[in-house]
């Protein structure tokens, strides 16, 4: 082990959610056809808590750590596969640590895989690995932007498509989004806004992001859910249609508003779309979701995330919850859009809806880089805690400082 260049990785206790950091040899053998990066930067949201929640399986619960998958930025420092080159720029799916040896398939010219044959095969865009050199959404400049929102826009954006084809559920014309203040809730405003139909978009969210989610001016009105049922919007127009998508993903919230639209005297509520579970916490997450599905009746052996979308959700079999729960996944409809579409189609609107985002979001929110072990412990500690407010945009490096990332990719470069 170089003692003056080890390995380091942020590490999660399943037992109290705790951030631990774990140092190991930096890794020296490269097997054939792997690569091994220097994780750069990589940006934090409740999308990894989420996706960390569901990729937990009671199989590995007995180990006391695990690690959060993190959409960040990699340059490769050694390579044993013939198609890529030392001094690469990447942009993917990687754990948070300094370094990493990964196996390579199917590479292409502007992406390659991370062979993960225990997923299905659908899920495969989480083992996708984009070489930023042939991606034409890539400048350098934006790769804030890009680890950030990336993922989270095109989930928003493939949404917004989905009800688009289905003609919004019979043209409903009141969209309400729960977690309106988080980037997935907003970015699925703003593609509905861009969408140009005649809707109005409502959001919810908690008390304290009530201004924040205002002042983003991409909903028509925002409430906080304390108090939304006594609004007039949701005491009027017993005529009109409603779309709810939930980006919250508590039970609770979901059975009030179910309820609410099962009066007569409101609108109807035509659609009820799971899109994000925000307040799932990596604690008991996967024994509250075992309890949550014997409480409703669901399949034990269904993992919730093998969710297939358009079937039952783990709420569908209660009594209260109509109409029935919808689960949206990016890859599953994306699946269908690749039969539909002509792949330079889709690959021309991923350059041209990116580039319109990167200008509409400018001051959405703030960028707070975190460089540093101890520094981004302390970040992970005040998300456990619920420190972390909506306007702020979270990119960590394990690197001591970005001056150090950038010096040493240098280095590599110029081995070249
Ligand atoms: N279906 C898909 O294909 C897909 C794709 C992308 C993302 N998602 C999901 O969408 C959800 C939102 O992800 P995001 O990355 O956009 O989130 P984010 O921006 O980090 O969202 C933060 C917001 O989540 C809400 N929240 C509730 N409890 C929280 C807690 N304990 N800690 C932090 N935030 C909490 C708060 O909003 P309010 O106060 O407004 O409630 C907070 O402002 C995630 O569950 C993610 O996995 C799904």
Redesign the pocket.
Known sequence: MSLRDPNYTLCVSRLTSEPVVVRSPKPTHVPDHHILIRVDRFA????????QV?AEHPHFRHKTHGVLPFWGFATVIKSSHSKIEVGERLLGFFAPTRYLVLPLSDVGEVSMYIPRPHLPADRSIFSKVVRCKSDPAYQPFTEDLMMLYR??F???Y??EDWLSCSDYRGNCENLLV????????Y?FAYCARNADRDIRLI????K??VS??KHLGLYDEVYD?DTFLTTKTFQSNPGRKWIYVD????AALTTKIHKHFSSDYTGTLAASI????????PIVAWEQQLALDAQLGADPTLEPNFHVMGQKSSCANDPDIWPQRE?????EWLAVRKKQMDPTEICALAKSEWSRLVQDCQGWVEMEQVYGIDGVVKAYER?LH?D???DKG?IWSLWDQEAQVQADNMMYQTRL
């Open positions: 934090f949201s409740a999308n990894n808590i989420t996706n569901l993922p989270l095109w989930a928003s493939w949404c729960s977690s309106a203040s988080s980037k997935t809730g970015l959001g919810l969210t908690s304290k992001h924040f989610t859910y980006v919250n993903g508590n799971s899109l994000g579970l925000a307040t799932k916490s689960q949206f996944f990016t890859p998300i619920g972390v407010a909506p979270l």
